[in-house]
């Protein structure tokens, strides 16, 4: 049944519906049954309910300061006292607040969640609608900023196991870990804290503070003053560098100055060197051995560089700088440069000339052209470019009658000559062929009075020969190309090289290959190789020669033979004679460009050295299709 009630009551004006009496308190409605029987109810301070209480469709209603008291002593109890709703539990117990799904606290419409309790999972604070702390199964997320405030706030992280270490991350947004502060303390009273920054990579340690030290891992700038309180103040760097134009010593003094003041180099076990302000002579002095003191020049006041003369090797630390005066040095003194005097310039009077000495290149490097005066006239110029360019034209000449350019290569290979009239003619190279303005240039005959002819090709001689009355060179120059003298195909006359009648020597500075039998009228004389005091592994180098001869042999060594060259099933011999002291020793062992041979001694056995002898140790190396043979024998000799 719908009751209407008055819109706008008095106070105890009353309203009926059907058997219930309401009436107005001032501030909700109050309900009475009459004409029921039921007028005496209210003298019951105690009743009792069985079953479910049905309202009908009404609210129950408690005014003034009315509780709804549960349990057996009223432990739980719901009213309102006129200004507040109070939900109060007295008992022993806990009040919850149960429910299958969640828990939320929010605001009359609902709208706007404060407290929100998620059923198995978080626990959530907001504020105005906004989450601004949730529980995790790792701990808590704050979203904003943490507050704590108080006479002595602080914010404590303890940790339940000391061998680990608390750590605060500070993460991006892509949740990479920008920087860290860990606090360190798993070596006892040893308590560090580490700040570390993300380098790109990883976190690396940037700052470090210790019990004892703070250590700063990288660059350290200072906006403001930076002041050290203390005994000492050690800087470990190479260099410093100060800005500031003026460094004061004894910043503290006041009124009358009494103490030194100066700077001092640490030299190790030699003796330091110093140099200060002496308060009482009122000058600068030095010292070299750390004893005896120099003044700085002669009079008071500490005037004048007089005494650095002395100094035979003055070293320079930034720029030197001559105020506008010159720097003279006597005729014949040098400026050398390089801890090694690899450069030197001198001025040489008796030859008027500057000259520059050097081990590497010589290099300039002006950033625009690089001029060449002489008796006050430009002549040349290098341009910016790269140029090389006389300063009038044609006025100059590379070269004269009697001295005259060697060799002269072109990236293009072609010569181009210009006439008075600007005609250009061109000699050029096409297809390994000599061509001048497109003609090539027949026979040989035209390159006689070329001293050093450039041959590309076969050299065909017509059968003649080639009779030179100095030294005739043949080598190769980019890759090792064999040189081929006569033929192994056709026989015929001999080749001849040097002359027998003059007793020409022939240099061959390569390996020398002969196909058939090869016939020295006078021999073979074979170049040796001394060695000192071997022991270990000795390199034994074939480039020169076979034969090595040793003295002060140390110990039994390992004979390393490189640059062997031994080509698949070639043999050759190596020997290597060693000068016996107090105690013989052998090649025990052999390698061959640093891989270990076996050696097939004679008799199946090492030999043994004889002391204060001489032993030859023969070794026959064979190439058996990539694996090789080595045969060693010794033979004993006297003394020497």
């Known amino acids: 049944m719908a009751i209407t009630f008055p819109t706008s009551p008095s106070l105890n004006d009353t309203h009926t519906a059907g058997d219930i009496i309401w009436t107005w308190n001032g501030s909700s409605w109050e309900s009475t049954v009459v004409g029921t029987g039921m007028d005496n109810v209210v003298e019951d301070t105690t009743p009792q ?103 002595t706030p602080h914010l404590t992280l303890k940790r339940t196991n000391n061998a680990n270490v608390p750590t605060l991350r500070f993460k991006g947004s892509g949740g990479t870990t920008g920087a860290s502060i860990d606090f360190d303390g798993t070596s006892g009273d040893s ?19 210790g019990h004892t030290a703070t250590t700063v891992a990288g660059n350290l700038v200072v906006s403001g003053d930076f002041t050290v309180n203390g005994t000492t103040t050690t800087v470990n760097t190479t260099e410093m560098t100060v800005s500031d134009n003026i460094i004061t010593l004894n910043n503290d003094v006041t009124g009358a100055p009494s103490e030194n003041a100066g700077i001092e180099v640490e030299r190790g076990s030699s003796s330091n060197v110093s140099i200060r302000w002496n308060e009482t002579s009122d000058q600068w002095e030095f010292t070299n051995d750390g004893a005896s003191y120099t003044a700085l020049g002669s009079g008071g006041g500490g005037g004048g560089l007089a005494n650095i003369v002395d100094d035979i090797s003055p070293q320079l630390g930034g720029n030197l700088d001559a105020n506008g005066n010159n720097i003279s040095l006597p005729d014949s003194s040098r400026i050398i440069i390089g801890t090694g005097n690899d450069s030197e310039l001198r001025w040489d009077a008796g030859d008027n000339e500057a000259r520059y000495s050097a081990t590497g290149d010589i290099q300039l490097a002006p950033s625009g052209r690089l001029q060449f005066n002489t008796g006050g006239t430009d002549r040349w110029q290098f341009t910016s470019a790269g140029h090389l360019l006389p300063e009038a034209n044609a006025s100059y000449d590379i070269g004269s009658a009697d001295y005259k350019v060697r060799h002269l290569f072109l990236s293009d290979n072609s010569l181009k000559f210009v006439d008075a009239s600007d005609v250009v003619y061109t000699l050029s190279v096409n297809g390994g062929q000599l061509e001048f ?38 080598q190769t120059v980019v890759n090792p190309y064999p040189i081929d003298i006569g033929t192994s195909s056709v026989s015929g006359s001999a080749v001849n090289i040097g002359s027998q009648a003059l007793n020409t020597p022939v240099n061959i500075s390569g390996e020398s290959n002969f196909g058939a039998h090869a016939t020295f009228d006078r021999g073979v004389h074979e170049r040796f190789y001394t060695i000192t005091g071997a022991t270990g592994t000795v390199t034994h180098n074939c480039w020169w020669g076979h034969l090595w001869y040793h003295t002060g042999v140390a110990a039994n ?31 025990n062992a052999i390698e061959i460009a640093g891989v270990a041979q076996t050696i097939t001694w004679q008799g199946n056995s090492a030999p043994t050295p004889t002391d204060n002898g001489i032993d030859t140790f023969s070794f026959t190396i064979l190439n058996r299709g990539g694996v090789y043979v080595v045969l060693g024998q010794m033979t004993a000799f006297g003394g020497v």
Not at 118 to 126: C, P, S
Not at 446 to 474: E, H, R, W
């Open 49 to 151: 309910l069985g079953g479910a209480l049905d309202t009908n469709g009404n609210n129950i209603t408690f005014s003034g300061s009315n509780k709804a008291e549960f349990g057996a002593a009223q432990d739980l109890a719901i009213w309102h006292n006129g200004n507040h709703s109070i939900v109060r539990e007295t008992g022993t117990g806990d009040l919850y607040l149960q429910s299958d799904n969640n828990v939320i606290l929010a605001t009359d419409s609902g709208t706007k969640k404060m407290i929100k309790g998620i059923g198995n999972g978080a626990t959530e604070l907001y504020h105005n609608d906004n989450l601004r702390l949730n529980t995790s199964t790792s701990g808590i997320t704050v979203n904003g900023e943490v507050h704590t405030e108080g006479a």
């Open 191 to 209: 308590n560090t804290l580490i700040v570390k920054t993300y380098d790109g990579v990883s976190l690396a340690e940037r700052f470090r503070v």
């Open 557 to 587: 060594f390992t004979a390393n033979i490189t640059n062997l060259g031994l080509e698949q099933e070639d043999a050759t011999n190596v020997a290597i004679v060693i000068n016996q002291g107090n105690t013989g020793y052998i090649p």
């Open 437 to 474: 303005e497109g003609s090539p240039i027949g026979g040989i005959a035209s390159l006689v009075d070329d001293t050093s002819p450039q041959l590309g090709g076969t050299l065909d001689l017509n059968l003649q020969s080639i009779t030179s009355q100095g030294n005739i060179s043949i």
